[in-house]
């Protein structure tokens, strides 16, 4: 297996306000563009899932975030000939800045709030329509759909928190 070939690692964060909303925006530019995303990034080395999450969401966002935890993991292979292993966390707005902001237009060109529930809905349609070969409007990037797949238990994760 050549270095290319090897999984590498994501972060996703789930950057949310406390009362069930996450931010999200659509992806422009590289594997999945066209696909709603949470924030995120490679992880670098020598840093932690949190040190990552932090970073990234300052570089695409704006906001500077904290109380970051661990949530879970997926196991992420493209179409696109790409394999990731996304870590995803949670985390709270810290800083004075509450509006996230589209830092890397060119990735991202805005950021807003959607309800957990809405993402967890959209997932789901996603993966019914890709098992049964239908098309839906609304694209969500592949490890948001994995997330529903794998850990079905996490839709009311962030309902009212």
Not at 90 to 108: D, L, S, V, W, Y
Request: negative net charge; glycine residues 12%; charged residues 25%.
């Amino acid at each position: 297996m050549s270095e290319a070939e090897r999984p590498k690692i994501g972060v996703g964060v789930v950057i949310h306000d406390g009362k069930g909303n996450i931010i999200m925006g659509e992806r422009a530019g590289s594997h999945g563009a066209g696909t709603m995303q949470c924030p995120g990034g490679h992880l670098e080395y020598g840093e932690s899932f949190a040190e990552t999450a932090a970073r990234e969401s300052l570089e695409e966002t704006g906001l500077e975030i904290g109380n970051i935890k661990f949530l879970t993991a997926t196991n992420d292979v493209f179409g696109e000939g790409k394999h990731y292993v996304t870590i995803f966390v949670t985390a709270e707005i810290t800083g004075e800045n509450k509006i996230a902001q589209a830092m890397e237009p060119h990735k991202c060109a805005r950021w807003e709030w959607i309800p957990w529930g809405q993402m967890w809905a959209w997932a789901g349609e996603q993966a019914k329509a890709e098992k049964n070969g239908t098309e839906i409007k609304k694209q969500m990037f592949l490890p948001l759909v994995n997330l529903w797949r794998m850990y079905p238990e996490l839709e009311d994760a962030l309902n009212g928190r």
